[in-house]
């Protein structure tokens, strides 16, 4: 008989040692299974040969009622014993031609694989599919000394696998926050390949509510799926969100979506969790009273996970660096709470300890929106086209910012926002220009910061907007429901525009006067100046 064909989609990896207190093995399992894991594989590092076969004769038992098929990790005993769909080896296991002896022609394997040579020699060998990790850092499996792969690297890997016929599944420190960051960002560079899907250990495991864990997993990686099924055929094309309405590619139609934001801000004053630079948290406070929205700088792990469910946005600025206990709480939760989350990568190239830790909050959440200069996008992006000077962007800056922002939006999944004399945004897709702004911006303290604030309080808007008139611009493969490329426009536009009112004034005399004028001009802006001052352009 032909081997049996699998979804990868969501492959849960069992570990009872991850359980938490009071959870039952053989409840969690069921109850993933009901929230939609489509493959399981029984690891048992510690029990005995007769456990193994009791505990794998169970789970198959239960996952038998769901259709789902069962792999048992490296013991080919017990898949005998059990008959279980097949194996998953890893490199120091029964290598891969006698394991297929041993168990014949019909049986799955899988192989771990941690490098491009590693997969090259399972193709060779006629693995059916490959486990690619360790993605990022986890507690599950012991990885001193190793490199995570990432994203790209595991973008590099899937390059291989064209027209072999051999699946993938990404493995270690994957969960619902990083989900989409992985999912879009490890499309591999020259074929285009994905991820069949993703294998998870705590994310469902350690969760009291494993049906719901799966489920949120299951939701992601279907939709990301039918994402790229409604693209094929189209070489060359990619877009975060499934069909994009022509009347987005008007400007005065975006304009008019602005305003009504601006209108929302007003009439519901939604609450702005802000962990941000101390230099600046001030005059953030300030911008975001001036827009209709309500500020507050809460950074205690404790208080912001509380604050979470309450919040419409959050901002994580690490300009200074203090509470990144707080941000990873903080962000974790917007994610988990589906709330807009903006970041902020201050000078995030200026130092090996700046990338460090923007790596390890990147790895642990996911981000809406990231906002920056050209150093810092530049950074993120891993060009060299500018360089950074401290908090500043050094140099004549990108020769094609359009394609930098658009690019970087698809490998991050996030929404990118170029910061500049001139302004640049993009979902991946699309991508807005804006021309708008005064050069006082440029002689303040924070005004980066300013509209990293402004951007935040817009995507909560958007998100209001969306939860009141199920608006046509949700992306379900995403975290957050609400058009947030509209979001970050009107934030920068409402900013700049404002900017330029406050500069125009006969009592500006320089870049003190200037910095209280822009208050009282976002206080006062109107959506008529908007639209009448606006300079967007559709690239």
Not at 444 to 454: D, E, F, K, N, R
Request: aromatic share 6%; hydrophobic share 40%.
């Amino acid at each position: 008989m032909p081997r049996r064909q699998l979804d990868y989609s969501v492959y849960l990896v069992t570990g009872r040692e991850f359980l938490p207190a009071g959870k039952d093995y053989y409840e969690s399992l069921e109850e993933s299974l009901q929230g939609g894991v489509t493959l399981v594989q029984v690891r048992e590092k510690n029990a005995d040969t007769g456990e193994f076969i009791e505990v794998a004769r169970r789970t198959k038992q239960i996952c038998d009622k769901y259709n789902v098929p069962v792999l048992i990790n490296d013991r080919i005993d017990v898949h005998l014993a059990v008959g279980t769909a097949g194996i998953h080896i890893g490199q120091t296991d029964c290598p891969l031609p006698l394991a297929r002896t041993l168990i014949g022609p019909d049986a799955i394997i899988g192989l771990s694989v941690r490098n491009v040579d590693e997969c090259k020699r399972a193709i060779e060998q006629s693995a059916d599919y490959i486990g690619i990790g360790s993605v990022w850092h986890t507690s599950s499996k012991d990885i001193k000394g190793r490199r995570c792969l990432g994203p790209d690297g595991t973008g590099e890997i899937l390059d291989l696998l064209d027209g072999t016929g051999v699946k993938a599944v990404a493995i270690g420190g994957i969960h619902l926050p990083n989900l989409p960051q992985l999912l879009h960002g490890s499309i591999s560079p020259k074929t285009s390949n994905t991820l069949d899907g993703v294998a998870v250990i705590s994310d469902i495991v350690a969760s009291q509510r494993p049906r719901e864990s799966a489920s949120q997993l299951r939701e992601i990686v279907d939709s990301f799926k039918r994402a790229r099924l409604n693209l094929k055929g189209q070489k060359g094309v990619f877009s975060i969100i499934d069909a994009v309405d022509q009347a987005a590619l008007d400007k005065e139609y975006l304009v008019k979506k602005v305003e009504g934001l601006m209108r929302i801000l007003e009439q519901e004053t939604p609450l702005i969790n802000q962990l941000t630079n101390k230099v600046v948290m001030n005059d953030s406070a300030n911008v975001t009273l001036a827009v209709g929205a309500s500020p507050i700088m809460s950074t205690n792990p404790r208080d912001v996970y509380d604050l979470s469910p309450a919040i419409g946005a959050c901002l994580i600025n690490f300009g200074t660096i203090d509470d990144k206990e707080g941000m990873k709480v903080a962000g974790r939760q917007a994610n988990v709470n589906r709330k807009p989350l903006i970041f902020d990568p201050v000078a995030v190239g200026a130092t090996s300890f700046r990338r460090e830790n923007a790596a390890e909050l990147l790895a642990h959440w996911q981000p809406t929106i990231i906002k920056g200069n050209a150093a810092e996008i530049g950074a993120l992006a891993e060009s060299t086209e500018v360089a950074s000077r401290g908090v500043d962007a050094a140099g004549s800056g990108f020769k094609d910012p359009a394609a930098v922002v658009k690019a970087l939006a698809r490998k991050r999944a996030a929404i990118i926002v170029l910061t500049g004399p001139t302004d640049y945004i993009s979902d991946g897709d699309r991508v807005y220009k804006v021309s708008n702004g005064s050069h006082f911006l440029e002689k303040i303290t924070g005004s980066g910061c300013q509209a990293g604030t402004l951007i935040a309080c817009f995507a909560a808007a958007s998100r209001i907007s969306y939860l009141q008139n199920n608006e046509p611009f949700e992306d379900d493969s995403q975290l957050v429901q609400g058009d947030m490329l509209v979001a970050a426009l009107a934030g920068i536009l409402v900013y700049t525009v404002a900017s330029e009112a406050a500069a125009e004034r006969s009592d500006v005399k320089g870049p003190g006067t200037f910095r209280s004028a822009l208050i009282d001009e976002l206080y006062n802006l109107t959506p008529e100046v908007v639209r009448h001052r606006a300079k967007v352009e559709i690239l």
